[in-house]
């Protein structure tokens, strides 16, 4: 088949002109890209997050998370009954983690700190044991001449907070700044790269509407548009503190994101897809660019107005030196009206003719190059750098000789296609300044536990080995030819 009849037969069934990754090499889509092609200063890493990896959840003056509570009091809501009580054991295991970072020449390590680790009890009392963990931490990756790059809040607060109302209650924003003072004062004189937050639509949304992760709440309307306005209100609050704390600070947050198309083109269908355009990606991040909550294209946001003081809207705004992006797959929408506030449902990946990970994503490398463009069109968007971006597929684990091996063909080709139109994108002139890969190892995937595995690292959990996979060390030669 060549690119003229897959784009015509692509055409005729509605399914959109990307090419299914079986076809790119046909098509002379896997040329070699070549770390020089993003230019010198574009910056290269791995991401993960503390409550993925860490373990080690109770101790050293840990305090209680809300997945913490979540995994242990709500087992049903993990798919496999799993918990990250002890996930990757970095906590015990940083040191050769940031070796063999080190080792895969990654010169830049995002981390998430625990706010429970720094704070157990959400405010007040300091734990220095945790301090100290983090100083270790970032000590170790200066030495071996890995950049840290943290994110304030990935997903994990304090139980306590919850149980005085959470995000919903807005007095979080004054323990969130709280928080980051002391992160901010503590380790911004080694830190200058950070993130206030990781992907806020996902937490209010999945955590705040549809019960699916920490806290759990569901269906609760009102709670999920005051936990989404504290919480953008938190943007401008956290960034504020970090610019006032560090010199010479870099900083960001991150939003999930997806570019969103309508099954068949039908009116309908168009609806919701402008519909999901609002809460997948611009609920958030309009109203810290100054642009207010797009109610004009999602008339229920309306309710976030019931919930904000005289002030709130100046407040909303920060300037940030760059948005996080990050970026998986698209949605198709179809119409159903007995969604809540979307009226629609994304279209079965498997419809669309396109391969699947085993999140049942459907592939589509266009869509990176998408949402770059979309978002870059924010007049106050500065630099965009990719947070995340990477594939659950299932790894095929070979040991000869005790000589362990993990192929991920298939993982290598994702991340290849994605990055050529990361590349795309910067090459016509959009400032796109850096890439880092989800993620540096398997980890403990929220609601789906164990079973889907995203890393470059493969992780025996049984044994804690660390198991460089097939795409690791792509990334790693990648990075080494300068």
């Known amino acids: 088949m060549t690119r003229h009849e897959w784009l015509k037969l692509s055409t005729a069934l509605g399914i959109g002109s990307a090419l299914p990754i079986n076809l790119l090499a046909e098509f002379g889509g896997s040329s070699e890209l070549k770390r020089s092609d993003f230019g010198k200063d574009f910056i290269w890493g791995a991401a993960t997050a503390a409550y993925q990896i860490e373990g080690a ?18 087992p049903r809501k993990i798919k ?19 070796e063999m970072m080190a080792q895969m020449h990654l010169p830049a390590f995002r981390f998430s700190t625990a706010w429970t680790r720094i704070l157990p009890a959400g405010t007040g009392q300091v734990n220095e044991k945790g301090i100290d963990f983090y100083n270790r931490v970032i000590d170790k990756c200066l030495q071996k001449n890995i950049e840290p790059w943290i994110t304030c809040y990935h997903w994990d607060l304090p139980q306590m907070l919850e149980d005085k109302g959470g995000w919903t209650n807005r007095d979080s924003i004054k323990w969130f700044e709280e928080y980051v003072d002391v992160v901010s004062r503590r380790f911004g004189d080694r830190v200058k790269n950070w993130m206030v937050f990781n992907e ?33 209100m938190s943007h401008g609050a956290g960034g504020r503190i970090l610019r006032a704390n560090v010199k010479g600070s870099n900083i960001g947050t991150t939003f999930s994101c997806s570019p969103v198309d309508a099954w068949k083109d039908k009116p309908a269908n168009k609806e919701a897809a402008k519909r999901a355009d609002v809460i997948f990606n611009r609920m958030f991040i309009e109203p810290v660019l100054g642009m207010g909550y797009p109610v004009k294209d999602l008339p229920a946001l309306k309710n976030i107005e019931k919930h904000m003081l005289p002030g709130d809207e100046g407040k909303l705004k920060f300037d940030f030196d760059f948005i996080g992006l990050q970026n998986y797959s698209r949605f198709v929408m179809r119409r159903l009206a007995l969604v809540p506030l979307i009226h629609g449902v994304n279209v079965s990946p498997k419809k669309l003719g ?15 190059y998408r949402i770059i463009k979309q978002f870059a069109a924010y007049s106050g968007v500065k630099k965009i750098i990719v947070t995340e971006n990477g594939a659950a597929f299932k790894d095929d684990w070979k040991n000869e000789n005790n000589d362990t091996e993990v192929n991920d063909v298939k993982r290598i080709q994702f991340l290849k296609e994605y990055l050529k139109n990361v590349l795309r ?6 400032n796109v300044g850096g890439y880092f890969v989800w993620s540096l190892m398997d980890n403990f995937e ?37």
């Open 200 to 232: 806020p639509m996902a937490f209010t949304v999945v955590g705040y509407l549809l019960g699916m992760h920490a806290p759990g709440k569901i269906l609760s309307f009102n709670k999920f548009y005051k936990a989404a306005h504290h919480v953008t």
């Open 446 to 482: 929220w609601a789906e536990g164990y079973r889907p595995r995203f890393g470059i690292v493969g992780i025996d959990y049984k044994t804690q080995q660390r198991v460089i996979k097939d795409s690791g060390k792509w990334y790693s030669k990648f990075l080494s030819e300068k």
């Open 425 to 430: 994108a910067k090459q016509e002139g959009i």
């Open 80 to 98: 496999t009954r799993e918990t990250a009580d002890v996930a990757c054991d970095f906590y015990h295991r940083y040191e050769s983690d940031i």
């Open 57 to 74: 959840w109770n101790e050293d003056g840990k305090g209680e998370s809300i997945w913490d509570n979540f995994v242990h009091n709500r």
């Open 354 to 368: 396109h391969d699947v990970t085993e999140m049942n994503w459907e592939v589509y490398p266009e869509g990176i």
